[in-house]
């Protein structure tokens, strides 16, 4: 790869590879398939991935050190992305350990945790009802056995859900010691520009979790976090929260209903570039909404109230709203705007503000 740097070039030609590397075949195919169906980040994320886990796996520590800079050189501009329950990530942790000056040269870095919140559960009997309409097939009695009852099926399924659930339950904390163990001995000195924190599906947010994003937001010059279908978790994660201080630039909460201590949180994030809200009739953040002129670093806006809203989102946002001079971009989904518009011009739009309108009713 060193000897030659079209090696690092997506539209490097692989036809001469493959032709002495036919077992990359099945890759190159992922590839084409994956680049149709995927976005861009996520295209970046399996191949670099995949090349990562490639050159990792054949190197031992005596020959890390000889292709270190040919990682970094690869690494340059991409991100890296973690799911802090998977398993199959050691390889990588471990080389940030012990080149620490990778975070440096990545576009971003983005970790995704998920708690052990339960979803609901499907009714077999809800289930059955939507199909008592449909005729029973015909099977030829010596097939008969090759299919299984759906009842039984349902109900194994939920079984095996159960037990996962059950070993789930058994760790002490979401952020397990094996994830972190690599990244909390990494030198203050050493950062990624950008981290990106995706918390989703929590009920409980422990103190010994809290610790540990305390430990993984330390390590960015710029947090963007997001929650999602976590209720009451932003004022567990308070300590480290208001920790990151103007470091935190962009929060995103999804069918996440605040708290007013949580939202008077939200309103004391003063460096706040981004803001992204989606909630339903019954949770939305009346105290929040009547803030947002507060934010005076705010350069994107985005509610999301659902379609079919009765909710009248123009009336909670003061008119103060329209002098913030920051705002590039204003996205609102949900809103009527024949009875709003009116007041859309004078409380959101002012006639100073330079900015992009975007709205979905």
């Known amino acids: 790869m060193t000897q030659r740097p079209t090696s690092f070039d997506c539209w490097a030609d692989a036809s001469p590879a493959l032709v002495h590397h036919p077992d990359l075949v099945s890759y190159r195919d992922l590839f084409i398939q994956g680049s149709q169906i995927m976005d861009p980040e996520q295209m970046s994320h399996l191949t670099t991935k995949l090349v990562l886990d490639f050159v990792l796996s054949l190197t031992n520590a005596e020959t890390k050190s000889s292709i270190a800079s040919v990682v970094l050189n690869f690494l340059t501009g991409k991100h890296l992305q973690f799911r802090v329950s998977e398993l199959h990530q050691r390889k990588i ?31 077999y009997s809800k289930m059955a009802e939507c199909m008592s309409n449909l005729s029973i097939p015909k099977v030829e009695e010596d097939y008969v056995t090759a299919f299984q009852s759906l009842e039984q099926m349902f109900l194994t399924n939920q079984a095996k859900q159960e037990e996962i659930s059950s070993f789930s339950a058994l760790t002490s904390h979401n952020i397990p010691d094996s994830f972190m163990e690599n990244l909390a001995s990494i030198p203050a ?148 705007c024949v009875l709003d518009s009116s007041k859309l011009g004078r409380r959101c739009l002012g006639p100073a503000l330079n900015v992009t309108l975007a709205v979905f009713s």
């Open 93 to 123: 942790l471990t080389f940030l350990k012990v080149y620490p000056e990778t975070l440096t040269v990545l576009s971003h870095l983005k970790i995704s945790i998920t708690g052990k919140k339960k979803s609901a559960t499907m009714s």
């Open 189 to 336: 000195h050493y950062k990624v520009p950008v981290l990106k924190l995706h918390i989703h599906c929590f009920d409980t947010f422990r103190e010994e979790d809290s610790e540990c994003l305390l430990r993984l937001c330390s390590l960015a010059d710029r947090v963007e976090l997001t929650i999602w279908n976590s209720l009451g978790v932003l004022g567990q994660m308070e300590a480290a929260v208001s920790s990151c201080g103007e470091r935190l630039r962009a929060l995103t909460l999804r069918q996440s209903a605040l708290s007013h201590r949580e939202q008077e949180l939200v309103t004391a994030m003063n460096a706040l570039e981004s803001l992204d809200l989606t909630f339903a009739d019954d949770q939305a953040p009346e105290y929040l909404l009547s803030q947002l002129d507060k934010f005076e670093q705010l350069k994107e806006l985005m509610i999301d109230i659902g379609a079919g809203s009765s909710l009248k989102i123009i009336d909670q946002i003061y008119d103060g709203f329209a002098k913030l001079r920051n705002v590039e971009k204003l996205t609102l989904s949900g809103v009527n």
